[in-house]
C-alpha cells in the first residue's frame, strides 16, 4: 500500500507577499512616528523648562519628573499605584457586568426599554461628579465610594452601548430564526449577543477610561491613598512636580489598560473566527 505523499502548502503569490511587506512597512512607520512624537515632546519639554520659555514651577520638567518618581518609588509609590488600579478595575468590571444585564432586560422587554430610556439619557448627561456628597453619605467615606463613583460613570454608557447594538442586529436573521421556531432565548444566544461582541469590546475601551476618570474624581473627593490623592496632595502643598509626575503615571497606566482590551479583542475574535 502506497504511502499517501504530504502535500505542499500553496505557494503564496508574489502581490500577496508585496501586499503583507508594505502592510508590515506601514506598520512598522505608525510605530516609529508615535515613539518619535513622543521623543520630540518630551524633549521640547525640557529644552522649554531649561531656556525659561515656560514656568517650571508650574509646569514642570521631564528631568524634575523623573527624579520625584525616583524619590516616589522610595515611598510607596506602588501602593498608591495598585489602590487606583483594583479601584478602576473593579469599578470596570462591575459597570460593564451590569450594564450588559440591563442591556439585555431592556431588549429583552420592549416596555420597560421604553419606560425607562428617557431616564437612562438624563442620567447619562447628568454629572456624577454632583452626586458625590451623596454618594460619600449613603455609600461611606472609603474605598466603596470611590468604585461607587467609577461604577455610575461607566455603567450608563454600557447600558446604551450595548442596547443600542442589541438593537442593530439584522432583522433578517432574527426573522429568519424566528420563522424555524427559534425561542427569544435561542435568538438572543445564537444571533443577537454574537452579532455584538465588536459593539461589547467597543465599549469596553470606552468604559476602562471612563472608569479610571470615576476613580480619580472619587479620590479627589474622599482617600487616603491612590494616584488621585496624591495629586490633590501636590496641589495643596504646591508639590507640582508630585501632580505632573501621578498625571504622567496615570497616562501610561490608561495606554496599558487600553491595550489590554485590545489584545483581549484580538483573542477573541480570533477565537470566534471573527
Request: proline share 3%; glycine share 8%.
Amino acid at each position: 500500500m502506497k504511502k499517501a505523499r504530504p502535500t505542499n502548502p500553496p505557494a503564496v503569490s508574489r502581490e500577496r507577499t508585496l501586499y503583507l511587506r508594505r502592510k508590515r512597512r506601514r506598520t512598522h512607520l505608525v510605530h516609529a512616528c508615535q515613539i518619535g512624537f513622543l521623543v520630540f515632546f518630551f524633549a521640547q519639554w525640557e529644552i522649554s523648562a531649561r531656556l525659561g520659555w515656560i514656568d517650571s514651577f508650574i509646569l514642570s520638567q521631564p528631568s524634575r519628573i523623573l527624579e520625584t518618581l525616583r524619590n516616589m518609588s522610595q515611598n510607596h509609590l506602588m501602593m498608591h499605584v495598585g489602590v487606583t488600579l483594583y479601584e478602576t478595575l473593579t469599578g470596570f468590571v462591575l459597570g460593564v457586568l451590569l450594564g450588559v444585564a440591563i442591556a439585555v432586560v431592556l431588549w429583552w422587554s420592549g416596555f420597560v426599554s421604553r419606560v425607562a430610556e428617557p431616564y437612562l439619557v438624563v442620567l447619562n448627561s447628568l454629572p456624577k461628579i454632583a452626586l458625590g456628597p451623596v454618594i460619600i453619605i449613603v455609600v461611606g467615606a472609603g474605598t466603596e465610594a470611590i468604585i461607587f463613583m467609577a461604577l455610575a460613570i461607566s455603567l450608563i454608557v454600557t447600558v446604551l452601548e450595548m442596547l443600542a447594538g442589541f438593537r442593530a442586529t439584522n432583522p433578517e436573521s432574527i426573522k429568519m430564526a424566528r420563522t424555524f421556531g427559534a425561542t427569544k432565548r435561542q435568538v438572543f444566544t445564537k444571533i443577537v449577543f454574537p452579532s455584538n461582541i465588536n459593539t461589547l469590546f467597543n465599549s469596553l475601551k470606552i468604559n476602562i477610561g471612563l472608569s479610571l476618570v470615576g476613580v480619580i474624581a472619587g479620590e479627589f473627593l474622599v482617600s487616603k491613598a491612590g494616584l488621585g490623592y496624591l495629586i490633590v496632595y501636590g496641589g495643596q502643598v504646591f508639590q507640582l512636580d508630585l501632580v505632573m509626575s501621578s498625571v504622567l503615571i496615570l497616562s501610561v497606566m490608561a495606554a496599558l489598560m487600553y491595550q489590554s482590551v485590545v489584545l483581549l479583542q484580538k483573542f477573541v475574535s480570533r477565537w470566534f473566527g471573527g
